[in-house]
C-alpha cells in the first residue's frame, strides 16, 4: 500500500516554481469590473481598489462597492496621506474616504470636469502627496497643486501633453527633497521651489513613453517606459547626473518592490519578477497580468498587481522551491540527505543525484549508469553518503560510487550507521533489524533479540544508541543495549487504543532527547518512558504523519496529509504551511522532511523539493478585526461613535474582519460575563447575540490563523441590554398604585365576596336538601321496588316449586298402585314446571348484571347491529309472516354494543309475541338524531297496550296479556339498561288492537366530554 502510494505521487506531474505565492480577484470573486487602476491601504488596514465601476474596498473576506451612494466611475488613482486621508481622483474629481469601518462616507474636496475651468480639476489622472504634505494632481495639460481651498494650476508646453485616457504626468520626489514629473510623452520636468513652476530638464533616452516614476534611494529614479526600466542618477540642486537602462523589458507600466525582489508590471501579458545583478536587472519568473496599471508594495512585503484582469495579490514565500535546471531528476523525491561540507543529495526512487546550484537553477547528477527500480533511503556520516536499493546498499562519496554491499532478501526501506560506523536497516520484508559492521558481518535482531513486531523507523539517540520505533503497540520504541547485544523497550504501551491498521511511518530525536513518533493516529511525543500524543489544533491530533524531523532549533517539522506543521515543543505553538506558504505540493513523501543545519527543513513534496531556511518570515502580529456592520434589530448603527441599547426581546447582529490578507482567517467570539471561554473558530465573520440578560455586556471578537497558534489581540465591543418594562421606575410605579387600587378593590370585593359566598351556601345547603330528598325518594322507590322484587320472586318463583311438589305426589301415589299410565304425564309436567323456573332464574340474573360493565362504551352504529339481531330471528319472523322494515339512516349511539343488542332483542321479542291475531303483522325500527342525542323506537300494529297501564309495563314480571307467554322481565331489562347509559324509556299506544304499541329510547350520540 505504501509502495502504491509513493509511486502514485511520483507520477504526479511538475507544477512551476514562483517566487511569490500569487492570489486572484476578479469579477467571480466579488469585484464590480476587473478594469482595475490604483490600490491602497486605508487608516485602518483595508485595500481600496479605485475601479471603473467606481471605488472598491476589500476587507479580506469580500469585496464592497459604493458606487451606489457616492457614484465614482472611472476612479484612476489612490493615494493615503501622512495624517492618514484616504484620497482618490477620476472623473468625478477629488474625494476623501471618511468614517469608519462600519460606516463608509465620501466627501468631494474638488469637482472635476472635461475643460480646464478655475476651481474645478480637469480629468484628474493621478494623486501625489510629497514629503511637506502637500497634494499634487496629475491633468492631462499640466500638474495641479492642492493649495487648502483652493488650487494651484501649472500648465506645461503642448510637447508634454497626454492624449490617453489613463496616463498623463507621474510625480516623484528625490531623497534630496526635489519633486520631478515625467510626462506620458518622455518629456521630464522638476519644480522650481523658488520660481514656483515646473521647469524641464535635458535628459538623453530613446524614451517617448513613461508609465511610472519612482525613488530609488537618495539619488536615483527608476523610470517605466515604452522601452524598458531606466535609472535616472539625479544631483542635489535637481539635474539629471546619467541615465542607465537596466532591463529592456517591454513598456514597464508600473514598478513594485520586496527587499530584493523587483516586479515589472507591464502593458503587455505579463509581469516579470526578478532582481538587480551587476546593475542590471535578471528576470526569474513571469505572472500572468494584463496590462498593469498600479503595483502597492504593501508593510507586509507583499505587493497588490491592479490590473485590467482584475486583482492580483503576490506574497514572498515561506519555503522556496529549489528550481532544477534540467528534468533528470523527478520532481518526487523519497529521500534527501545533507553532508557536514553541505553537499546535498537526493533519491527520486530510480537513481541518486548530486545537486549544485547554478545560475539558472539546481544542477543535478545522476550518480548512477544503470537506474534502479528499488531506491529509498539515503543516510550520510558526515562524509560518505548510504543508498538503500533492492539488493543492498550503495556507498557514495563526493559523486563517486566507492562499494556496493549486496544483501540477500528485499531493499532496505530505512537505515542508520552508529557511531562505530556499523550501518542498521529495516528490510521492506523482514519484522526485524539487520546490522552490517565494517568488516562485512552481518547480524539479524528478531523476537529473541527484543524486536518482537515488525521495526519501521530507525534514528540515534543523544548518547548515539540505535533507536527503533516499531509498529507493535505494547513495544513502540525500542533502544539497543551494547551490553546485552539485544533491543529493550524503551515506551511499553500507547496512550490510547489504537484502531486496525496501526502503523509507524518515521522517527526523530531532537536536541533535548525527546523522541517523535510519526503515526497514523497521529505525532506522539516520547519523554520519561510515557508516550503522549501531541496536539497540532482542531481536527490535526489524530491525523496521519508520515515524516517528522528536528532541526537545529529545536523545532519539530511534521509533514501530515494537508501540508507540513512546524512546532515549537517549548510553548506548543504551531504553524501549518500549505501552497500559500509556498510549497509545491501538501502531499510530502514517507520520512520526506530532512533538517537543515542551523534550522529549518527540506520537504521532498509530490512536486519537488522546497527549502525553508531557519525560522518561518515574521509574519507579523495579526492586526484586531474591525467591526464592519452592527445592527441592532436590522437598524444600523456605528460602534465607533455609538454605545448602543439593545432593547429587552431584541438580538445585535455584526459582521468583523481583519484587515490580514493572503491567509484565510477565523474568528472567535466570546461575550463578557457570559462565555468563560472563546467560542470555537468559524470561518464566517458575523455573529448574532439574543436573549442576553439586562445590564451591560461586552462582545470580544479576535482572529485566529487556522493550523496555527497565532491570534489578535480581541476587538471590545460594549453595549447595554434595557431592563424588561416590568423593572423600570415607572412600572414600579405604576405597581404600586396598582397595588393602592388593588387593596381598596380587594376590601371592597371582600365584603361583597362574603355575601355571595352566604348565598351560595345557603342555595347549597338547599340544593343538597333537595338532593337528599329526592335520593330518599329514590331510595324508596327502590325498597317499593325490591317488595315488589321479593313478592314476585317468591310468588312467581313459589308457583312452579308447588307444582312441582304436587305432581312429585301424585306421582308417588300412582306408582305404589301401579297406575303407569299417568306416570308419564306427571313427569312431563314437572319437567314444564323445572323448565319455567330456570327460565326466570336466568332473567333474574340478567336483571342483575344491568350495570355491571361488559364492555368499554364506544360509537355504535345501530342499522348493522339491528340486521344482526333480525337475522338471529328470521325463522320467527318468517312463521309469523311478519313484514318488516328498518330505516337505513339509523343514528349513530355513544353505547355499550352488547347491552343495546339485548335491548333491541327483548324489544323485537316483545313486538313478535304481541302480535295477537293481526292478519298483516307489520314491525318497524327507526330514529333520529337531535343535539347530540339519538330517538330510536320499535313499532308494532299488535294488540297494544292500554295506556293507563303504560307505566307498569315497565315493572318487574308484569304480564298485561295472560294469554301471551313471557316472564314479564323484559322490558324491566330494557328500562334498567337504558337508565344506566343515562337514557329514557317510554310507550305510546291506545290499547286498541290492530292500533300496536311505540316503544320509545332517548340515549346519548356524541362521547361525553
Same mark, same amino acid.
Given at each position: ?35 482595475? /487602476?490604483?490600490?491602497?491601504? %486605508? &487608516?485602518? $488596514?483595508?485595500?481600496?481598489? #479605485?475601479?471603473?465601476? =467606481?471605488? *472598491? +474596498?476589500? @476587507? !479580506? ?63 484628474? /489622472?493621478?494623486?501625489?502627496? %510629497? &514629503?511637506? $504634505?502637500?497634494?499634487?494632481? #496629475?491633468?492631462?495639460? =499640466?500638474? *495641479? +497643486?492642492? @493649495? !487648502? ?83 535616472? +542618477? ?776
Amino acid at each position: 500500500m505504501l509502495a502504491a502510494a509513493i509511486l502514485v505521487l511520483w507520477l504526479a506531474p511538475p507544477s512551476p516554481a514562483s517566487t511569490f505565492v500569487e492570489e486572484r480577484f476578479g469579477t467571480v470573486d466579488g469585484l464590480p469590473t476587473d478594469l482595475v /487602476k490604483s490600490s491602497a491601504r %486605508d &487608516r485602518f $488596514g483595508f485595500v481600496w481598489l #479605485a475601479t471603473d465601476a =467606481g471605488l *472598491v +474596498r476589500y @476587507d !479580506g473576506t469580500e469585496f464592497s462597492t459604493y458606487e451606489d451612494e457616492h457614484s465614482f466611475p472611472f476612479a484612476k488613482d489612490l493615494v493615503l496621506t501622512r495624517e492618514g486621508r484616504l484620497l482618490a481622483v477620476g472623473d468625478v474629481g477629488l474625494v476623501e474616504v471618511v468614517g469608519t469601518p462600519a460606516r463608509v462616507g465620501f466627501r468631494t474636496l474638488f469637482e472635476a470636469s472635461l475643460a480646464p475651468e478655475p476651481g474645478v480639476l480637469h480629468s484628474p /489622472k493621478a494623486v501625489y502627496e %510629497d &514629503r511637506r $504634505g502637500r497634494l499634487w494632481v #496629475a491633468e492631462p495639460q =499640466g500638474i *495641479v +497643486r492642492v @493649495d !487648502g481651498e483652493r488650487l494651484i494650476r501649472y500648465e506645461l508646453p503642448p510637447p508634454s501633453h497626454s492624449a490617453s485616457f489613463i496616463r498623463s504626468y507621474c510625480l516623484a520626489e528625490d531623497g534630496f527633497g526635489t519633486l520631478w514629473a515625467a510626462a506620458q510623452t518622455g518629456k521630464l520636468y522638476r519644480f522650481d521651489e523658488g520660481a514656483d513652476r515646473f521647469v524641464p530638464v535635458a535628459i538623453d533616452w530613446p524614451v517617448t513613453e513613461v508609465n511610472r516614476l519612482r525613488p530609488i534611494g537618495e539619488d536615483r529614479l527608476w523610470a517605466g517606459t515604452g522601452r524598458g526600466l531606466f535609472e535616472i +542618477r539625479v544631483g542635489k540642486g535637481g539635474h539629471v547626473v546619467d541615465v542607465v537602462q537596466i532591463s529592456d523589458t517591454y513598456r514597464v507600466s508600473a514598478i513594485g518592490r520586496v527587499g530584493e525582489d523587483i516586479v515589472l508590471g507591464t502593458f503587455g501579458l505579463e509581469a516579470h519578477v526578478g532582481r538587480l545583478e551587476g546593475g542590471r536587472f535578471s528576470p526569474r519568473d513571469r505572472v500572468p497580468a494584463f496590462l498593469v496599471q498600479h503595483i502597492l508594495a504593501d508593510e507586509d512585503g507583499s505587493l497588490w498587481l491592479s490590473s485590467d484582469e482584475g486583482l492580483l495579490h503576490l506574497r514572498p514565500p515561506d519555503f522556496e522551491v529549489v528550481r532544477l535546471a534540467d528534468e533528470a531528476m523527478s520532481r518526487f523525491l523519497v529521500s534527501f540527505v545533507q553532508t557536514a561540507n553541505g553537499a546535498m543529495y537526493a533519491s527520486d526512487r530510480r537513481n541518486v543525484y548530486r545537486l549544485r546550484p547554478g545560475p539558472r537553477g539546481t544542477v543535478t547528477k545522476a550518480l548512477l549508469d544503470e537506474p534502479s527500480p528499488f531506491l529509498l533511503g539515503l543516510r550520510t556520516d558526515g562524509r560518505f553518503v548510504y543508498a538503500a536499493h533492492e539488493t543492498g546498499l550503495l556507498q557514495f562519496e563526493g559523486e563517486r560510487l566507492v562499494r556496493r554491499l549486496s544483501l540477500e532478501g528485499s531493499f532496505a526501506q530505512d537505515l542508520e550507521q552508529d557511531e562505530d560506523s556499523r550501518l542498521w536497516l529495516i528490510r521492506a520484508a523482514d519484522d526485524g533489524i539487520l546490522r552490517l559492521d565494517p568488516d562485512g558481518s552481518e547480524r539479524y535482531y528478531g523476537v529473541g533479540a527484543g524486536v518482537p513486531r515488525r521495526a519501521l523507523a530507525l534514528d540515534r539517540s543523544l548518547t548515539g544508541e540505535i533507536v527503533v520505533a516499531t509498529n507493535d503497540p505494547n513495544a513502540l520504541l525500542l533502544r539497543y543495549d551494547g551490553d546485552r547485544d539485544s533491543f529493550a523497550t524503551l515506551v511499553a504501551n500507547l496512550p490510547f487504543e489504537p484502531a486496525d491498521g496501526f502503523n509507524v511511518y518515521d522517527l526523530a530525536v531532537d536536541a533535548k532527547g525527546r523522541y517523535w513518533i510519526g503515526t497514523t493516529a497521529g505525532l506522539l511525543e516520547v519523554r520519561e518512558g510515557r508516550a503522549f500524543r501531541v496536539e497540532l489544533g482542531p481536527g490535526r491530533d489524530s491525523s496521519l504523519v508520515v515524516a517528522v524531523a528536528a532541526d537545529e532549533s529545536c523545532s519539530i517539522w511534521i509533514a501530515t496529509g494537508d501540508g507540513v506543521v512546524r512546532l515549537d515543543p517549548e510553548t506548543g505553538e504551531h504553524d501549518h504551511f500549505d501552497e500559500g506558504a509556498g510549497l509545491p505540493s501538501r502531499i510530502v513523501a514517507v520520512r520526506g522532511l530532512f533538517p537543515v543545519p542551523g534550522g529549518g527543513v527540506t520537504a521532498a513534496t509530490a512536486r519537488g523539493l522546497a527549502r525553508l531556511q531557519g525560522l518561518p518570515r515574521s509574519r507579523g502580529a495579526l492586526p484586531p478585526p474591525a467591526l464592519l456592520d452592527v445592527r441592532i434589530n436590522d437598524e444600523p448603527i456605528d460602534p465607533g461613535v455609538e454605545v448602543p441599547t439593545v432593547p429587552d426581546g431584541g438580538y445585535l447582529a455584526s459582521r468583523f474582519a481583519s484587515p490580514h490578507y493572503g491567509d484565510h482567517l477565523a474568528y472567535q467570539v466570546r461575550l463578557e460575563g457570559r462565555d468563560e471561554s472563546w467560542r470555537r473558530p468559524q470561518v464566517r465573520n458575523e455573529i448574532v447575540l439574543a436573549g442576553m440578560d439586562s445590564g451591560p455586556h461586552t462582545l470580544q471578537v479576535r482572529a485566529v490563523m487556522p493550523g496555527s497558534s497565532q491570534v489578535s489581540a480581541p476587538t471590545r465591543f460594549s453595549f447595554t441590554v434595557s431592563r424588561p418594562w416590568y423593572q423600570t421606575w415607572w412600572a414600579w410605579l405604576l405597581a404600586f398604585a396598582t397595588l393602592g387600587a388593588v387593596a381598596w378593590a380587594a376590601s371592597e370585593l371582600r365584603s361583597r365576596r362574603l355575601a355571595r359566598t352566604e348565598q351560595r351556601l345557603r342555595a347549597l345547603v338547599d340544593e343538597r336538601t333537595l338532593e337528599l330528598s329526592q335520593a330518599n325518594l329514590l331510595l324508596g322507590e327502590r325498597n317499593a321496588e325490591m317488595e315488589r322484587f321479593t313478592y314476585t320472586v317468591s310468588h312467581d318463583l313459589k308457583s312452579p316449586l308447588i307444582s312441582i311438589s304436587g305432581f312429585i305426589g301424585l306421582l308417588e301415589a300412582d306408582l305404589e298402585k301401579g297406575r303407569l299410565t299417568e306416570a308419564g304425564d306427571y313427569v312431563a309436567r314437572v319437567k314444564s314446571s323445572a323448565s319455567r323456573m330456570t327460565e326466570l332464574l336466568d332473567e333474574l340474573l340478567q336483571l342483575s348484571l344491568v350495570g355491571r360493565a361488559r364492555g368499554e362504551p364506544e360509537s355504535v352504529a345501530v342499522k348493522p347491529l339491528v340486521d344482526e339481531v333480525t337475522r338471529e330471528m328470521a325463522t320467527r319472523i318468517a312463521e309469523r309472516g311478519v313484514e318488516l322494515s328498518v330505516e337505513p339512516d339509523l343514528p349513530t349511539l355513544y353505547v355499550d354494543r352488547s347491552r343495546l343488542r339485548q335491548v333491541l332483542q327483548n324489544l323485537l321479542d316483545n313486538a313478535l309475541k304481541y302480535l295477537g291475531d293481526q292478519e298483516q303483522p307489520r314491525i318497524e325500527v327507526g330514529g333520529r338524531r337531535e343535539d347530540g342525542r339519538a330517538r330510536l323506537f320499535v313499532r308494532d300494529n299488535g294488540i297494544g297496550i292500554d295506556p293507563a297501564h303504560h307505566e307498569e309495563a315497565f315493572e318487574l314480571f308484569k304480564r298485561l296479556h295472560a294469554g301471551v307467554d313471557g316472564s314479564g322481565v323484559g322490558l324491566s331489562l330494557v328500562k334498567r339498561i337504558v337508565e344506566v347509559h343515562g337514557g329514557r324509556v317510554w310507550l305510546e299506544s291506545e290499547g286498541r288492537p290492530g292500533r300496536g304499541t311505540i316503544v320509545w329510547m332517548d340515549l346519548p350520540a356524541d362521547r361525553p366530554d
